[in-house]
């Protein structure tokens, strides 16, 4: 059987070989006691091995080691492998059983037919002459594609067979005739399924422009299995990363390293970028035009650009969770934070803890976002003025709100404030330099006056007079927010 790519090693497992090793003492030092015999082989049916003679010839304990791993029945007396009944048994309970059946059973139809339902990979021990019924194979394939490698060689060279195969499985095309993997409807449909197919064509397949075009079209990272000298085909590489952008990485290093056509791929995917040669990730012009055809591109500049504040404003502003590829300095910067959250509030979730955990930050965070106050430090979440900012910029913050702030106030009156504070400061927001708007929203609620001009939060007479009005208003049980005030 070919293969596209080296497999790994098994993955050693020592408390499973130590559990083994336990069973096997055990057994061996008991090997006529039938409960400890049925306890092991139920979990290690190998170990049938060092059971007793008598225990081979048990219907019960083979079955129970057969059912853990169908090797057991190399070891089960003849009597009982020979047995049609017992055999049914035993290969329902493990199909692979069939591996040590006796001739006769293997030329079954019924049986291999049973087996196969489970396993499509029992055809193996099938008699050959199972192994060339087309209907068999047919039925077999249908249901377990990988069946075709056990198929006659008359039937891996059957169109209709591979076609239906490969639709199901790509690649079971590597067990198609060599005149099938040069069959372009096979291999499209193989493809269709499962990109690394390709690996399996013909080289007549693989080295021919026009098909390597359609395939990379399909699936494109097809791209690493085509022709050397179509991996360098700007054509064939910019159509195969508009399918699928990793594809990028099995391109001519050529191409990685020229600049204008880095500029046409990454313009066209972004995240081609992570393939790029190192010095075009460096240059800022390359970067921002694949960060503006998928932000999350970012990631994949050089460190120097996640530090450039100018830069990554630009792609914070459309993507505000871009935020977090950024170089720490940068998510410590109030202004890049305060945009990237006005484009997603989940980039607060980004911004430095410094940033998290400062009351005047966190305020402006919420006011631009609501939602924001979800990643606020646990203390600052517990702070009514910032809560109340949260809620009357978005309700739907109060969700993130500490489970204290309820305690102290009914859910209802929170919103109700929340809506006054709403109210005053997009009044204020419309006239934000008038001075009877502000003074009438203040009057509403006195957190809207953070949203006045700078020149009447620097007029000391307004202030007193606003001031002075509230302290009227409150005297008088008519300020809105009067608790949070004082």
């Known amino acids: 059987m070919s293969l596209c790519r080296p497999s790994g090693m098994v993955p050693v497992k020592p408390q499973q070989d130590m559990k083994q090793l336990e069973a096997r003492l055990a057994i061996q030092r008991n090997p006529f006691d039938r409960e400890v015999v049925l306890s092991v082989v139920s979990a290690f049916g190998s170990l049938l091995a060092h059971a007793s003679q008598q225990f081979l010839k048990d219907p019960e304990v083979v079955l129970a080691a057969v059912a853990s791993s169908s090797w057991a029945m190399k070891y089960a007396a003849a009597s009982l492998v020979e047995n049609h009944e017992f055999f049914l048994q035993a290969a329902a309970l493990n199909p692979h059983a069939l591996r040590f059946a006796p001739e006769s059973f293997k030329a079954e139809k019924e049986l291999i037919m049973m087996a196969a339902a489970v396993d499509g990979r029992v055809l193996r021990y099938a008699a050959p002459a199972l192994r060339a019924d087309r209907s068999l194979i047919l039925w077999a394939v249908g249901l377990h594609a990988v069946a075709l490698e056990f198929a006659d060689d008359s039937l891996r060279a059957d169109r209709e067979l591979v ?55 399909l699936r494109g990272r097809a791209l690493q299995f085509v022709a050397s000298d179509l991996q360098a085909d700007e054509e064939v590489v910019l159509q195969a990363i508009a399918q699928h952008p990793n594809a990028m990485q099995y391109a001519a290093a050529s191409l990685r390293s020229d600049r204008g056509f880095v500029m046409q791929a990454v313009s066209a995917a972004g995240m081609a970028l992570q393939y790029v040669s190192d010095f075009l990730k460096v240059d800022a012009e390359v970067v921002l035009a694949a960060t503006r055809q998928c932000e999350g591109a970012l990631q994949f500049a050089d460190a120097a650009l996640l530090a450039n504040k100018e830069l990554v404003l630009q792609v914070i502003g459309r993507n505000g969770e871009a935020l977090r590829h950024a170089s720490p300095a940068v998510r410590s910067d109030q202004e890049c934070a305060l945009i990237a959250i006005q484009s997603s509030y989940r980039a607060m979730e980004f911004v430095a803890d410094s940033l998290t955990q400062d009351r005047d930050f966190v305020l402006k965070a919420v006011c631009t976002d609501g939602r924001s106050l979800c990643f606020a430090s646990s203390e600052l979440r517990e702070d009514r003025k910032i809560v109340l900012h949260a809620a009357a910029q978005n309700e739907a913050s109060l969700e993130f709100a500490a ?15 929340a809506a006054s504070l709403r109210a005053a400061s997009q009044s204020i927001q419309r006239h934000p330099a008038s001075r009877d708007a502000v003074l009438r929203a203040v009057l509403r609620h006195p957190l809207s006056f953070r949203f006045a001009s700078e020149g009447l939060k620097d007029d000391e007479e307004f202030r007193r007079q606003w001031e002075e009005a509230v302290r009227l208003a409150r005297s008088c049980g008519s ?4 608790r949070v005030y004082s």
Do not use: M, N, W
């Not at 489970?403 to 404030?417: F, T």
């Open 403 to 417: 489970p204290s702030i309820l305690d102290q106030q009914p859910l209802k009156e929170i919103q109700q404030e």
């Open 479 to 482: 300020l809105a927010g009067a």
């Open 163 to 217: 076609l239906h195969a490969v639709s199901a499985f790509g690649a079971s095309l590597q067990f198609a005739s060599e005149s099938l993997k040069s069959d372009k409807e096979i291999v499209r449909q193989a493809l269709l399924q499962d990109a690394t197919s390709f690996c399996y064509a013909s080289s007549s397949l693989s080295s021919d422009p026009g098909f390597v075009l359609e395939a990379v079209t």
